[in-house]
């Protein structure tokens, strides 16, 4: 399931451009961490640069245009959690 959360938000990512970019245009994002992190060995200021462009022209992109699918989210309807009594069972002794 897709997380529509902002990924800035996230644990796992640094400013989430990456992330953002591969939901967009539909690729894994890894395929542009990796093309990134090896360009960051030949051109680091270039790549840092790139990436924090990225990160702004994103920001700016979702605050103008936000995602409609994260408003129309269904909300989950709250199911009553068996309690330990129903869930044991029985087994029989080993003999």
């Known amino acids: 399931m897709t997380n529509f959360s902002a990924p800035i938000a996230r644990d796992d990512t640094l400013l989430g451009v990456c ?7 539909g690729f894994h994002p890894n395929l542009l ?3 990134l992190g090896v360009g960051l060995l030949w051109h680091p200021l270039v790549i840092i640069s790139v990436y924090a462009t990225l990160a702004v022209l994103l920001a700016a992109a979702r605050w103008a245009f936000p995602d409609p699918r994260a408003n129309s989210l269904p909300v989950a309807e709250l199911q009553s959690v068996p309690t330990v009594a129903e869930e044991q069972v029985i087994l029989p002794l080993a003999t």
């Open 19 to 25: 992330q953002s970019l591969g939901e967009d245009f």
């Open 33 to 35: 961490r990796v093309t």
